[in-house]
């Protein structure tokens, strides 16, 4: 199963564990508790309903006035929360890191400044870090809104990450420095075998 799909799925149950909720109000829920960082359209929301209904965690009530309907946990989707909340994450289980991708082709392509790609993205880094602290700085230090609470969690952990980033590129920069230029690419002997342009065998 699709880690995010599991991610939105379990979220959205949590929300609904506090009780009854319509499409609008779990989306508007979701991105609060998570300081608007991870966005959901409504389409996303939806189609993580249905399938919820389809597995016997969430069932539709009737439509309202206004045409929204509300949907409830049952007993099964208060189970699998619970477990999901007590379930440790594996590293195996978090989406592939395209910036290790990014570096590890860099030290075997042919033509690349490694350390000019590493001060790109620690340029990058840094802003965001510095944009992230400023955010920090300018909440309170302990939120009376649970959802203010849950954004603050969220953002500290997002500044251990970016702080871990730039952590790890200098420990590349440094690396590739000290491992010095790779060699050039081996010509295949078929190739150094063909006659150069011009000359005579």
């Known amino acids: 199963m699709h880690t995010a799909y599991v991610s939105i799925r379990h979220g959205i149950l949590a929300l609904l564990s506090h009780g009854p909720r319509y499409g609008y109000q779990l989306r508007a829920e979701f991105e609060s508790s998570t300081g608007s960082t991870w966005p959901l359209n409504i389409g996303q929301v939806y189609s993580t309903l249905s399938r919820l209904e389809r597995d016997g965690l969430v069932v539709r009530g009737e439509a309202d006035a206004e045409g929204r309907f509300v949907h409830r946990i049952t007993e099964a989707g208060l189970d699998d929360v619970r477990r999901w909340f007590l379930t440790p994450v594996a590293r195996a289980d978090r989406p592939r ?10 030290v075997t392509a042919p033509r690349v400044d490694v350390a000019e790609v590493v001060q790109s993205q620690r340029t990058a880094t840094l802003r965001t870090l510095r944009d992230l602290t400023r955010l920090k700085a300018d909440a309170p230090a302990m939120p009376d809104d649970p959802a203010d609470r849950a954004w603050r969690l969220v953002l500290e952990s997002m500044i251990f990450q970016a702080e871990a980033e730039v ?3 200098d420990h590349c920069e440094a690396f590739v ?3 010095g230029a790779p060699p050039p690419p081996a010509v295949p002997d ?6 150069k342009k011009g000359s005579r065998r």
């Not at 078929?190 to 006659?195: G, N, Q």
């Open 97 to 106: 890191d395209e910036l290790a991708i990014k570096l590890a082709m860099a």
């Open 167 to 169: 952590r790890w590129l």
């Open 177 to 179: 420095a000290r491992a």
């Open 190 to 195: 078929a190739v150094a075998d063909r006659p």
